[in-house]
């Protein structure tokens, strides 16, 4: 089927202030419906955000309760005590929640009051690949390149705001010391985002106003990486073989028939891509933006994505969606650029993954990257920190949990540990200490292991 | 007064399985009462924790209902969803808070049924020194010393489980955000270690397994930084003046002469401090070791320290109280090699530092690291993981996200934002976008800002 070109209706200029950050990448069902958050419930919201924060209240007196126990204080000054905690953690936690100030000047001008200013990532630049050629010529202390290898910088990130379920921020931080680990391993810099830099571009849009103000602040990054806060890196030894993107400026995970033949809304995943900081990366992301700016003219873009994109459901656009719309409209200006990469698990969705890995542990070995160990594994629609994901909670913190075991193994072993089981938390020791260590960092260190060249962190 | 030889009246050998992670280094006042968890309160903690588990699933029920809001779901369809959501929860919940296997056979022998054996952190190794400088020099591709500099691997962690207050986790993910950003700045690695290396060396202790484990590790390290998870970097320009230390081997934020003069038991802080990674430092943590194991050791050890010690309650040994202890008791065989440092905050103890922020922006500016724009801010006895701290829950979330955002400032400022206040979590623009953004790159990258030699990350 044809596709049409989009017109927004309305055009809408960047605004100050933020905007929402994505969690993930994708909800894979029809749960459009709960995308992004209806002016008509944001009362609603904020009650039951007062609701939460009396609860957390009540927890918080039974822990005090179980720490605190009997014979250490009075009840009656434990019931103080208890009092006291339990208004406390209410007035910061709805001050951490208060939205910015509605009077505040600097705010831009809200959505759809100003149908005649033309929304735009930032002022065109058209020459972008002298300038970075011409500032590194000049500061050669900030190589692009490393050991012949190219300077890569993983970005990710999530909300400011505490989590509306509270195990969300828990698997954050494993999410977050996960990505640390891979990227102490392979010399990758990393930039945890939270903030909002863009209230136009809300939600999973705020990866792009973000990737183009770290290339344009970091000329001596290469590849910008792109990765949603709930994938994990489930092979600690696999790397990118850049070398086979040398012709192109976008890598990302899909499937050529999903996206040309089927025009599949799932056909390539935003949840893990790289970018090279150059021109044509700005002008991808200043083409691929015009869908995004929230309110009127993403629900409408939404209706032109569910009408041209197989097996979209209806709600507002998503910027994977409209990334496959602007690359099957504008195939001739974009694609020989665009690497769609499935030879391993740039992207891994989860479902299909996360119960194997203990026939994984005993048929493969780490270093693979694909399906039989697979690279990034991601957890597409589960979404911990909010109060609504696609799966159950069960499933998808046990899920979680085991991907992050089985990753840590990884890290662990050069230390003599492991995990007991996928599950727990706890850990065994795998080997005895000896007074000659470096024998085994010889032989497991995973940056020895890499192949090619020998890796340096330096 | 003179101090007495420290000599346990039992020995124990290390265990395989783990020890609970330090969150933080220290409790200013009684609050040792609480340090540890007695064994005859194990049943009293597993019913509390059944409790929480039930809680949270009420919380998750009020979420869900606010999310889902009226007129989605019938509402007998919605009362089974939540039904069902508040047992996945619980019952995920209660797994991960479960405890190890008690039946395991990797379990070391109970504390205190073993007296015969000596605890130790492992074998005796005499020969780092030796043996680092063989392994450094048959490996030019992983060197100590990178453009001049050493290199220093940062270590920090929290337990594998998720912390009894949820507000805890939202802040040791801000907490690690922040080191992230430093350490990008300022070419430092980063371990974040969630794993329970040494049962026996549980708590506070469980540091010094982790050291030595990363020293033996790691022989590319020139220095291991230990940093507590509750402390903030607030000064994102000043590096550390490691040259000064090359003659010494520990670098300690304390105070000589409450030290030396009055013994106080708060005269160094270990929630900040440098390891050498050779042989002396290995020697000082087997020295350091012994008070450590939990159980009648550890509480007859805080005897003899809270005897010696000027200004200490009466708790069990801490890790920084034994510390001290064995610097006095045998100063001349370590403290030649002990940089007792306070010309910058290598540790800056938040309560004075905190509501100083907004003058401290109008009169001073990043890269002093002293009490005029300190290097870290560290909250001391906030336990935002735990559910009792020494200071009111209000007073410590309000002053880590101050010291947050007073921090993510001096990063947000190259790419042209800043927080609107110190408290929210909202950023307002600072600077209009260009078309020659490199200008400001030249201006504001810390990393070309730091003294001395021009900064690299390779």
């Given at each position: 089927?044809?596709?049409?070109?989009?017109?927004?209706?309305?055009?809408?200029?960047?605004?100050?202030?933020?905007?929402?950050?994505?969690?993930?990448?994708?909800?894979?069902?029809?749960?459009?419906?709960?995308?992004?958050?209806?002016?008509?419930?944001?009362?609603?919201?904020?009650?039951?955000?007062?609701?939460?924060?009396?609860?957390?209240?009540?927890?918080?007196?039974?822990?005090?309760?179980?720490?605190?126990?009997?014979?250490?204080?009075?009840?009656?000054?434990?019931?103080?005590?208890?009092?006291?905690?339990?208004?406390?953690?209410?007035?910061?936690?709805?001050?951490?929640?208060?939205?910015?100030?509605?009077?505040?000047?600097?705010?831009?001008?809200?959505?759809?009051?100003?149908p005649n200013v033309t929304y735009t990532l930032g002022p065109k630049i058209s020459d972008w690949d002298q300038q970075r050629k011409v500032w590194l010529s000049g500061n050669p202390e900030f190589p692009n390149f490393v050991n012949g290898k190219p300077r890569i910088l993983l970005v990710t990130g999530s909300p400011p705001k505490p989590c509306d379920n509270p195990i969300g921020d828990h698997y954050l931080l494993k999410a977050i010391k996960n990505k640390i680990d891979y990227c102490r391993l392979h010399g990758i810099e990393i930039v945890y985002n939270m903030a909002h830099l863009d209230k136009e571009l809300a939600g999973y849009w705020a990866k792009l106003p973000l990737i183009r103000r770290l290339m344009l602040s970091h000329p001596e990054i290469e590849w910008i990486w792109w990765m949603d806060s709930d994938a994990f890196f489930t092979d600690m030894v696999f790397e990118i073989p850049l070398s086979k993107y040398d012709q192109h400026n976008l890598v990302i995970h899909g499937y050529p028939d999903l996206l040309f033949e089927q025009k599949s809304w799932i056909?390539?995943?935003?949840?893990?891509?790289?970018?090279?900081?150059?021109?044509?990366?700005?002008?991808?992301?200043?083409?691929?933006?015009?869908?995004?700016?929230?309110?009127?003219?993403?629900?409408?873009?939404?209706?032109?994505?569910?009408?041209?994109?197989k097996g979209r459901p209806a709600f507002e656009a998503d910027d994977q969606s409209a990334l496959i719309y602007l690359l099957l409209s504008q195939k001739g200006r974009w694609m020989d650029k665009v690497f769609v990469e499935n030879q391993y698990y740039l992207h891994g969705y989860w479902a299909g993954l996360v119960d194997r890995y203990e026939e994984m542990m005993e048929k493969y070995h780490p270093g693979l990257g694909d399906e039989r160990w697979p690279f990034v594994t991601h957890f597409v629609g589960c979404k911990p920190c909010g109060s609504y994901g696609d799966y159950s909670v069960d499933r998808c913190l046990r899920s979680m949990q085991r991907a992050f075991n089985f990753a840590d193994n990884q890290v662990l072993k050069l230390y003599g540990f492991s995990h007991r089981g996928l599950l727990g938390p706890n850990i065994k020791r795998i080997r005895d200490e000896t007074t000659t260590p470096l024998e085994i960092v010889d032989q497991l260190d995973i940056r020895r292991s890499v192949t090619g060249k020998t890796k340096s962190k330096s």
């Open positions: 089927m044809g596709l049409d070109s989009f017109t927004p209706q309305k055009r809408f200029s960047t605004g100050g202030g933020g905007g929402a950050l994505p969690i993930n990448n994708h909800d894979a069902t029809a749960a459009g419906r709960n995308r992004g958050v209806p002016r008509g419930r944001q009362l609603h919201k904020t009650f039951n955000n007062i609701k939460i924060t009396i609860l957390c209240g009540f927890v918080t007196i039974l822990v005090l309760r179980g720490t605190i126990g009997v014979g250490n204080l009075g009840s009656s000054e434990a019931d103080a005590v208890n009092q006291n905690l339990i208004e406390e953690t209410n007035r910061i936690l709805a001050e951490i929640r208060a939205d910015s100030d509605p009077n505040d000047p600097d705010e831009s001008t809200e959505t759809g009051l100003n056909a390539l995943n935003t949840g893990s891509f790289l970018f090279r900081n150059c021109q044509w990366s700005l002008d991808l992301l200043d083409a691929w933006a015009p869908m995004g700016p929230k309110g009127p003219v993403r629900d409408e873009a939404g209706k032109v994505l569910t009408a041209n994109l």
